[in-house]
């Protein structure tokens, strides 16, 4: 006669099946709490871009209002890959010029006062 070795459904099945889908308890969790953080942190995100837009729009109207219609028009498929480049690249060298002006005005600025205080630069 033949013996079966099958094990019959009880207590030990159940808790071997309980302590294989503890590790994916534990991740779902982890990965609910991750979740709760990341929303939090794109709805702080949401309000500071929001805020930072209204304080643009009230000391820059106009600016705020054409770098509207421009990013409208981008997103809307009126710029090319050609000329969404030259403009990239043009903004950037606008950008750094005017970083390393303003940081040579600052430096200048600090020699002056230091001059004038006596002391060496």
């Given at each position: 006669m033949?013996?079966?070795?099958?094990?019959?459904p009880?207590?030990g099945s159940?808790?071997?099946?309980?302590e294989q889908?503890?590790p994916i308890?534990?991740?779902?969790?982890?990965?609910?709490?991750?979740?709760r953080e990341?929303?939090?942190?794109v709805?702080?995100?949401?309000?500071?871009?929001?805020?930072a837009?209204r304080?643009q729009?009230?000391?820059?109207p106009?600016?705020?209002?054409g770098?509207?219609?421009v990013?409208?028009?981008?997103l809307?498929?009126?710029?090319?890959v050609?000329l969404a480049t030259?403009?990239?690249?043009?903004?950037g060298?606008?950008?750094?010029?005017?970083m390393?002006?303003?940081?040579?005005?600052?430096?200048g600025?600090?020699?002056?006062?230091?001059a004038?205080?006596?002391?060496?630069s």
């Open positions: 033949a013996t079966s070795t099958a094990r019959r009880g207590n159940v808790e071997s099946a309980a889908l503890r308890g534990e991740s779902v969790r982890a990965l609910e709490s991750d979740t990341l929303i939090g942190a709805e702080q995100l949401t309000t500071s871009a929001g805020d837009l304080e729009l009230k000391r820059h106009y600016a705020t209002l770098a509207g219609v990013g409208g028009y981008i809307g498929g009126g710029l090319s050609r030259f403009l990239l690249a043009a903004a060298r606008a950008t750094v010029t005017q390393l002006a303003g940081g040579l005005a600052a430096a600025t600090g020699r002056a006062t230091r004038r205080a006596g002391r060496p």
